[in-house]
């Protein structure tokens, strides 16, 4: 069966595309936004070619198809013109019914899906030089370091511009004016006096209206918060200003009164509040660490299986970007890293429980793409037939994570947690993060060996 008959056959099976309210995807689900989930016909979904699992969880109806997602999601994005509304029905339906943690977990998967690869391959540089310079195989300020850096750093230093326009997508408003919001946060004349204030907090200051009302003064490079509560109000503007705008005005009026308002209370609120928000959870989560960082270690190592298997793992990937921008470094990463491994650990024991070669052969599939940071094939189409297996992969995920944190393994830079991102820990934490993939892998194997009975668990 193509991936087009695959994804007609989803439409078909989720109600048809005048039942779905919006759709996107992360790196391995198709995510819908539904008008009626009762018209969502499970058992056949996970029928379908391609089709790994198939859930509903935080209100949204989860498919997974893998690492080749990108693919069916540009059919499915032609099936149902996903460019504009779907329908009269699902553009008028409000997000009331939705708690405020769903419509996060939609904000969060939604803004950060499209943009891990960029994200993902930048932070493998940026962690490979990191090795390369740890090893003294380039000298740290040679001309080759410089320029290696410029093409990892350049993703992050400019990360609003990327959450900007994936927001707008989410928020359904202009993309241009969107990253226009972020060019007012990014503008050299902000950072510049961000930066003077490091060193003189008299020296810069600005004020708008007859000087009444202070602008306040931050480096939002790298930040995360105040740019995509930034797009939502910008969002909301949008409507507003276009709704009241005379018809023969909005061509011009609407973009530049928007613009206008969404920028000043960017400036002026959100972005100011969405800084002190990272700043408080970047110090809640290093505070966590300073008391007991085995226990904050066990903690995030055992919720990541989980939340991986409920889809609720991008959760995290704003609190890392947070950690990345106001700490210089992140200890949540290599606890992900962890939890992968120990995924594809118990995955593999199962291959001595299967009773045929065909269920052997998936088997190894998914443990090798969990080792290459891919877990969803070996979470839904393994660990989920194995109950004891899945506990196997909590306990060692959180065995290794503890490990790793009481030797304070940390990240610089954001990278996907494959084996093949072991590189990009070289340097003083190496070594143990070496020695906590084996501890992560082996035990999670032998106690799923042990675990699992002859038979196999229904």
Request: with cysteine; glycine share 6%.
């Amino acid at each position: 069966m193509s991936k087009q008959e695959s994804i007609q056959k989803i439409i078909a099976n989720i109600g048809g595309k005048e039942n779905i309210k919006n759709a996107w995807h992360c790196m391995t689900r198709l995510r819908f936004d539904l008008v009626d989930q009762t018209k969502v016909n499970w058992e056949e979904i996970r029928q379908i070619s391609g089709v790994i699992a198939a859930q509903f969880q935080s209100d949204q109806c989860q498919i997974v198809v893998g690492t080749q997602v990108k693919a069916y999601f540009d059919i499915l994005a032609d099936e149902i013109g996903l460019q504009t509304p779907v329908n009269d029905q699902a553009k008028q339906s409000t997000k009331q019914h939705k708690g405020i943690v769903s419509l996060f977990m939609d904000t969060v998967s939604g803004v950060f899906g499209p943009i891990v690869p960029a994200i993902a391959g930048a932070g493998m540089i940026k962690g490979l030089l990191a090795g390369l310079i740890a090893l003294k195989v380039v000298p740290k300020t040679s001309d080759t370091v410089i320029i290696i850096d410029l093409i990892a750093s350049g993703v992050f230093y400019f990360l609003p511009f990327f959450l900007a326009v994936s927001a707008a997508k989410i928020f359904k408003t202009n993309e241009y004016l969107a990253a226009a919001i972020a060019a007012c946060l990014m503008y050299p004349t902000l950072i510049d006096a961000a930066k003077l204030l490091v060193t003189n907090p008299d020296a810069a200051s600005f004020y708008y209206f007859l000087d009444m009302i202070p602008i306040s003064i931050f480096n939002y490079a790298g930040s995360v918060i105040p740019i995509i509560f930034s797009v939502l109000a910008l969002s909301y503007i949008y409507r507003f200003v276009d709704k009241i705008m005379p018809n023969v005005l909005k061509t011009v009026f609407t973009p530049t009164v928007t613009l206008f308002i969404a920028g000043l209370l960017a400036l002026t609120v959100i972005g100011p509040i969405g800084i002190y928000l990272g700043k408080l959870l970047a110090l809640f989560i290093h505070s966590l660490f300073d008391v007991s960082a085995v226990f904050a270690g066990a903690i995030v190592g055992a919720i990541r299986p989980v939340a991986i298997l409920t889809g609720m793992h991008h959760a995290m990937t704003p609190i890392a970007l947070q950690n990345f921008a106001e700490l210089g470094y992140d200890m949540l990463m290599p606890m992900m890293f962890m939890a992968n491994m120990a995924i594809a650990g118990a995955t593999a024991a199962m291959y001595f429980k299967a009773k045929n070669k065909q269920e052997k052969t998936v088997i190894v599939s998914a443990a090798v793409s969990a080792l290459l940071g891919i877990t969803e094939p070996a979470l839904f189409g393994v660990l989920t037939k194995y109950k004891k297996a899945f506990i196997a992969a909590t306990v060692g995920s959180a065995i290794a994570s503890a490990f790793i944190a009481l030797f304070g393994v940390r990240l610089y830079g954001y990278i996907l947690s494959s084996i093949f991102s072991l590189p990009a820990y070289i340097g003083p934490y190496f070594i143990f993060a070496i020695l906590g993939v084996l501890i992560s892998i082996c035990s999670s194997f032998i106690m799923a060996y042990i675990f699992v009975g002859k038979k196999r668990a229904e």
